[in-house]
């Protein structure tokens, strides 16, 4: 797919690193899979995989995580 942000690059399978912040809890997913801009670097989450680290991202911040860094596992 053409990548909305630069309008220039594809997007090609990748991971990325995706950081999530509500009130004082940050949490930072790594190796996410995702389409990833050959361009710009930007990157697209599929549905599921955005449905599950939001699940986990809420699992953290419930819990009282200020800071929580965690490897993506599907």
Known sequence: MKCVICREGQTAPGQATVTLQRGESTIIFKNVPAEVCTN????YLSESVTDQLLTRAEAAVQSGAELEILRFAA
């Open 40 to 43: 710009c670097g930007e990157y």
